[in-house]
């Protein structure tokens, strides 16, 4: 079996990024429609999404967590998660917000590890603030210099985004 080795500038991490997220957001939008009409289908509202990017009030916390941050695309305290879920999708738990505050933390503590789907703890701003991202998010890749480049080898029967 080939190995195939691509150098990735950051111009290509880009356009590749920018591909990637259309596309996501198409899927999004499909997804969207597609839960609109199982939840007329079937008349069960645990389809049904709010608005077209997909967030779904029936999710549990650790999805509404990974949606939000996954959609802010950069590392969040608890405090900005919940505040998040809050402002956009579930204004009726404004006056429940530490509860909000306290299962996200709650499900963040027990699905840390550095393993795929999981939440990673990072520096936040202030001494002592932590913010979480996702561990599949390439933290490393983020902290380069500017036009730098990074090799990533791809097996021969990876799939490959282009």
């Given amino acids: 079996m080939k190995d195939l080795t691509i150098k990735i500038t950051d111009t290509n ?3 590749l990024t920018e591909v990637y997220q259309q596309l996501e957001a198409d899927l ?3 997804l969207s429609e ?3 009409v ?4 079937t008349g069960d509202t645990k389809y049904l999404t ?9 999710w549990t916390w650790i999805q509404k967590t990974r949606f939000v941050i996954k959609q802010m695309d950069k590392p969040l305290s608890t405090t900005e998660i919940a ?8 204004p009726e738990k404004r006056d429940e917000r530490k509860q909000v505050v306290s299962a996200i933390s709650s499900i963040i503590s027990t699905n840390q590890s550095p393993e795929p789907g999981q939440f990673v703890k990072v520096d936040g701003e202030r001494s002592g603030e932590y913010k979480y991202g996702l561990f599949e998010w390439d933290t490393e890749a983020k902290d380069e210099e500017p036009n730098s480049s990074k090799t990533v080898t791809f097996e021969a029967n990876d799939d490959l985004p282009f």
Avoid: S, T
């Fill in 13 to 15: 991490r880009a356009r």
């Fill in 28 to 30: 999004m939008l499909e």
């Fill in 34 to 36: 597609v839960r609109n």
């Fill in 38 to 41: 199982l939840a007329e289908l």
């Fill in 50 to 58: 709010n608005g077209m990017d997909g967030y779904n009030k029936a």
């Fill in 83 to 90: 505040g998040e879920i809050i402002k956009k999708y579930e």
